[in-house]
C-alpha cells in the first residue's frame, strides 16, 4: 500500500472515531525522521486512549505497526516508521504547538 493510501486510512479511521481537526504534514523534502506526520485532535483523555488503541489494533490486522509509541492520558505518539501519528487533548496541541513547528520546517526546507 502507498503512503498516500495509508495516510488517507488513518485519517478516514481518525474521522470515523470523532477525532477533530486532524491535520497532514508532507516532510518529503525535510531532514525530519518521519515522511508524513498526522496530528489529531481527541475529545478529552478516554478517547485519546481509545483512538490510540483502535489504530493499533486495525492497523495491526492490516498489516502496518507501531515500531514505537508513548501514551499518556492527553497525549499518544506512534511511530509506524515513514508515519508518526500524534493524538492528543486540544490543550496540549495548543501548548506544544507542533503545527507551528513541522509547518516552519517545511518553509525552510523550501528555500
Known sequence: ????KR???????LDDKKAEEIEVFN????DYIA????IANSLN?????ALFDYLKKELKSQ??????????????VADL???LIHIMIPEYRQRY????????????QKK
Open 1 to 4: 500500500m502507498t503512503i498516500e
Open 7 to 13: 495516510i488517507e486510512n488513518i485519517v478516514d479511521m
Open 27 to 30: 516532510l518529503d523534502n525535510t
Open 35 to 38: 515522511k508524513r506526520v498526522v
Open 45 to 49: 483523555t478516554k478517547h485519546t486512549i
Open 63 to 76: 498489516g502496518d505497526s507501531f515500531l514505537a509509541s508513548d501514551v499518556s492520558d492527553e497525549w499518544a
Open 81 to 83: 516508521g515513514d508515519i
Open 97 to 108: 504547538s507542533l503545527e507551528t513547528f513541522l509547518s516552519e520546517l517545511i518553509e525552510s
